[in-house]
């Protein structure tokens, strides 16, 4: 059972159950996928179908920040907590790193990747980096191939929303991988090339704040924070 918010179906999970969860599909016959909407996704899902069905068509659908638990919380269908996707990849290479798994890295800028794979590999002892490539490619088809021929059990997509989704619902399965996560920024924090908030911010419901402020372009996508809770407000009086 699901909850919904504006149209997206969330998991109702702790952290540690969807690390759990996630195990389970890594261990699964065939290929399956997690995504972790913010209220960003929420709203570009709202306004693009095929976004919304992929997001959908996930086998976890994970709240990924404060602004999700808010909204759902508000609709009178609380979630259990949020779980980051950075906070849920990072507990499932932990339990990958001890069953000497396989993880490739697709996404962010060029050399993004190599450096988070070599940091990774570092920190989690036992993890196999099985391959990297940045999200700037022009074909599909030799990235898919190159995750085929890796053997990779799982891959982290970091090609931002609603690109990560729908590339991950088209092309999961010809992988060959048994997880696929969307992962959004997150390679970028693995390789230190962006900090994530200090704990105190996001204790306090402020990550969202702490990334603005470091990064002030994102403010122009930030509109949509506002517009969710709006649009929230508006479906708990329809209720
Ligand atoms: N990105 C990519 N290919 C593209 C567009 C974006 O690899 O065609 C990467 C981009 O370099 C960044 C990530 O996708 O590393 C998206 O990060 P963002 O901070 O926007 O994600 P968020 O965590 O906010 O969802």
Same mark, same amino acid.
Request: hydrophobic share 40%.
């Given at each position: ?6 149209? %997206? ?12 969860r996630? #195990?389970?599909?890594?261990r ?13 996704i929420?709203?570009?899902?709202? /306004? ?8 959908? $068509? ?5 709240p990924? !920040?404060?602004? %999700? ?5 508000m ?5 259990k /907590?949020? %779980? ?8 499932? #290479? /932990?339990? #990958?790193a $001890? ?6 890295l ?8 190599e ?10 002892? +036992? ?6 490539? =940045? +999200?700037?490619?022009?074909? =599909? ?5 190159a ?10 997509? &970091? ?9 991950? &619902?088209?092309?999961g !399965?010809?992988? *060959?991988?048994?997880?696929?996560c *969307?992962?959004? +920024? &997150? ?6 090339? %962006? ?7 996001? =204790?306090h419901?402020?990550?969202w ?9 994102? $403010? ?14 508006? /479906?708990?009086?329809?209720?």
């Amino acid at each position: 059972m699901r909850i919904n918010v504006l149209g %997206v179906g969330f998991d109702n999970l702790t952290k540690s159950e969807a690390v759990d969860r996630g #195990m389970e599909l890594l261990r699964s016959p065939g290929t399956h996928y997690v995504v972790t909407p913010n209220p960003e996704i929420v709203e570009i899902c709202r /306004e693009n179908l095929a976004a919304r069905q992929a997001v959908n $068509a996930a086998d976890l659908v994970l709240p990924d !920040g404060v602004g %999700v638990v808010k909204g759902a919380r508000m609709l009178g269908t609380p979630l259990k /907590e949020k %779980v980051p996707g950075i906070e849920f990849a990072s507990g499932l #290479m /932990e339990r #990958m790193a $001890a069953e000497g798994l396989s993880l490739y890295l697709l996404g962010a800028k060029p050399g993004v990747a190599e450096t988070a794979g070599e940091r990774l590999a570092e920190k989690y002892p +036992g993890l196999k980096i099985a391959g990297t490539h =940045d +999200g700037y490619f022009k074909e =599909d088809g030799p990235v898919v191939e190159a995750i085929r021929r890796s053997g990779a059990d799982c891959v982290f997509v &970091s090609l931002g929303a609603p690109k990560q989704e729908l590339w991950i &619902s088209r092309h999961g !399965g010809a992988t *060959g991988a048994h997880l696929l996560c *969307g992962l959004g +920024g &997150s390679l970028n924090v693995f390789a230190g090339v %962006v900090k994530r908030a200090p704990k105190f911010w996001s =204790d306090h419901g402020l990550e969202w704040f702490y990334r603005l402020c470091s990064d002030p372009r994102r $403010a122009k996508r930030m509109i949509k924070l506002p517009l969710f809770l709006v649009h929230v407000q508006r /479906e708990k009086r329809r209720k």
